[in-house]
Structures are given as C-alpha cells and as structure tokens.
C-alpha cells in the first residue's frame, strides 16, 4: 500500500545525568501530524456550529501556501473521516480518557481513532504511524506539550484491546452508527424495515458521478473519451457517468469546457422530470449552486429565470453556467414573497428544489448529521410548505411544478406532497420518482432504497444504482 511521506522530527538523546528540555519543532506540512492537527481544528469549528466546507477554508486559510499545497487533501480527507466516526470516535475518547481532556486534545485523538478503526488491511495509514505522529502533533504544542504520554498511552491502549472496544462501542447506538440519537430514531420511525441500510448508506463515501452535456456530448462517446484517457467509468443514467475513483476535476476530460459537471445521479432526476420543452419560461426557484439549472438548460432551449435567496450563492449560478457556455437570467429574491421578484408572467415549468434538512446527502456532507438539531424537521417543513404555496400561483393552467427535497424524513417528503394536494384543488398529482433513499451500487434494495414510484426511477438511473436520498413530487395546475 502507497503510503504518504510522513516526515518525522529527530532530537538528540538528554545527556546521563542531566535533564533537556527539547525544543517545540515545528510540523512539517507534508506529515500526517500535520494533517491531523488541521483536521483537529475543523472538526472543533463543525462542533462549534459551522459547515465543515466553511471549517476547511478557515483552517487552511491560516496556513502558508506551501504548506496548504502538501496538506489540503490529507486534512480533507481525515476529517470527513473523523465526521462519519465520530460517534465511534468520541466514545473511545470518552472511555479511555478519564478525566475530558482539553478540547484539541480529545478532537485530535478522534481524528487519530477514525483512522485506527479500520482493520489493517483496509487501513489508510499504518497503525503505529498514526500513533506516532499523533504524539507529534500534541508535542508540537508548547500549550498542550504535556499530554504527549496521554495521548501515546491512549492510542496504544486502543490498539492492543481494538477488538473489545469496539464490541463494547457496538453496544451504544450513536457510536455504532455515528448519527445523534434522534437522527436515529427519526430514521427508524421513517423507514422502520430498512432504517440499519439507510443508516449505513449514509456512511459511506459518495463516487464521483458526472452529467454528461447533452448538448455537447453523449454518454456512450463520452466513456470512450474516459477509456482513451485511461479513465474507469461506468455509465449509471440517461445522462449520468460515474467514476470508478475520485479524482480532481482538472484533471476530468471536458470539464473546463462543460462538456461534463459534477452532480449524482438522483439530482439529475429533477431535470429529467421536470419535462421542459423548447419555448417553455421555467423557474428555478432556489437554484444555487446552479446544477439543475444548468441541467434544465441542457435538456431544452427555454427562457429560465434562477432564482436565488443568497447574492454570494447566487454568483456561483453564473459562474456555472458560464462554464457550460449557457445563460439565465439570474434575480435575488425569497422564493416565498414572489412580489419583492416576480415579474408577473407565469412559468409553464416550476423546479421547486426547497430547503430542507438534507439528510438524504449526508454521505457527502456528514458534518450535516452534527450540525442538525431536532426542532429543524418542523421550522424546514414549514418553510418549504411557505414557497411552495407562494410559487403555485405564479405556474399558467397546465404548467407543472417539480417538488424536490434531498431529505429522507416524510416530514420534508411525502407529508408535504400530501399536504399540497389536499390545500390546492387545481393540483393534480402525476407520475414522479417519490422518496429515493441513499443507495449505494451492487446494494440490495428490496423495498429500502425506494418506495412510491422509486423503481421506475431506479431503471431512469441505471441498474448499477448509487445515488443520494431525495424526495420527488410533480403537481399539474388544472
């Protein structure tokens, strides 16, 4: 297994007799104990309530650039380790650690613990490196220095009775499944015959799936592109690629000239569904970042307005779009108070992709499941039942809206879809996908990955099925 270079600091031994105190050296960014210090820190801003993209961006934003340059994919990837362990991880810190330790000490031990949970075999770094440079990383610390035999004799102590703790962790909820409590129960009560694989689902790392343009490119030539790049990739939708391995989007053949976009395969359903035609005026309420958009755009030739909340989200909708060499006119406004935007001309198309919990994605963004609180479910519900009542008035007689939400709770889901119907005489409810739960390839879904009309959008994917969780729902106004 290709390991990393992982620099180590040396110091001469005290003379006999005679006590040193050596001096604090600094890291050498290109070491693990780097890294793990870095992803300690992003890990303690996602506990403190922030994002942890956002986490990230500060962390190394406080780093040279030499240094951000060696590290970032390192840092990057330990803590979205570490947040997809970490029910796992602060157990083991809890039951090993007597006393808590200081806050940088317990975080960098659970990034340390998220890499030692793996067996050997399938282990990103070597046990005894990790605990290595995990000491490193406190000793380079004058402030907290002192811990190094703290947290030398914890991940020592781990590996010699692994095999026990982790038995024991098993036992509690959260730290088999690294979800907060009521997460759990919320996926239990909502899927009470598949709640344990769509728990697991969430915890495996996404593939990197691309959306081939239509306009530019179809799919079968595009994997020939892949293949003569000595790229491995399998087709997985009309329209959809995926990757046999991440890699750069540099590096990824046309996607500086939009001939391709990152975007999983369930997200590309709402274009697809949405059914715009040449001609058409069509909304895409709470566009940002811009994918659907996009998508829509190049599906059909249509006058799209992108509507967004944000005016920093909103410029990423035209830097999108300038990539794959398409426009819209892009406006700010609440998607919920059409009158601060709308124009007064109705849309024959509605994408209504609203806020919601998304925890349908949180195999992507598994900071999403620390970062949520219980009271959320009820304020996102009724802010979705806000836009949506607020956007159906604006669609012309025969128009259809598009419900989208990337959440598996019903709250967000099939409860609003209900709801919708029954408020509005003049919706009539069609065909659509449902509620898609996170479903990995090769997976047996038997009724867990998808319920309602789920499998016609399972053969709309693709039989080598893996995507995230979203809710659809499709309304035509009478």
Known sequence: MTRPSLARRRSAKPAAGRETRLPVLPLVPDSLGFALDAAAQAVAAVRAGNALPAALAAVQAGMPAAATALARGAVQDIAYRTLRRLGTADWLVAHLVRKAPPPHIGNLLACSFALLIDDPEHAAYAAHTVVDQAVDAIGARRDLAFAKGLVNAVLR???????????????????????????????????????????????????????????????????????????????????AVRLAAAMPVERIPGFADGVVSVQDAGAQLAAEWLGARDGMRVLDACAAPGGKTGHVLELADVTLVALESDAMRA?????????????????????G???????????????????????????????????????????????????????????????????????????????????????????????????????????????????????????????????????????QKR
Request: proline share 5%; hydrophobic share 45%.
């Open 157 to 239: 102590t781990f590996l010699r009775e692994r095999e026990a703790l982790l038995e024991a962790a098993a036992a509690d909820p959260v730290a088999r499944w690294n979800y907060p409590r009521w997460w759990i129960e919320a996926v239990r009560q909502a899927w009470p015959d598949a709640w344990e694989s769509v728990l697991a689902a969430g915890n495996e790392a996404g593939p990197l799936t691309l959306r081939v343009n239509a306009r530019l490119a179809a799919v079968d030539a595009y994997l020939q592109t892949l293949r003569e790049a000595g790229i491995e990739a399998t087709a997985v939708g009309e329209h």
């Open 315 to 335: 410029r990423r909708i035209g830097e999108n779009l300038a990539r794959l060499h398409l426009s819209a006119e892009v406006r700010i406004g609440d998607a």
């Open 337 to 475: 108070r059409p009158d601060e935007w709308h124009d007064g001309v109705q849309f024959d198309r509605i994408l209504a992709d609203v806020p919601c919990t998304a925890s349908g994605i949180v195999r992507r963004h598994p900071d999403i499941r620390w970062l949520r609180r219980p009271s959320d479910l009820a304020a996102l519900a009724a802010e979705q039942q806000r836009i949506v009542d607020a956007l159906w008035p604006l669609l012309a007689r025969g128009g259809e809206l598009l419900y989208v939400t990337c959440s598996i709770f019903p709250e967000e889901g099939e409860a609003q879809a209900a709801r919708f119907e029954r408020a509005h005489e003049d919706a009539v409810r069609l065909d659509a996908p449902g509620q898609l739960a996170p479903a990995a390839a090769g997976a047996t879904h038997a009724g867990a990955a998808f319920v309602s009309a789920g499998m016609r959008a399972a053969r709309r994917i693709g039989s080598d099925i893996d995507h995230d969780g979203f809710f659809y729902a499709r309304f």
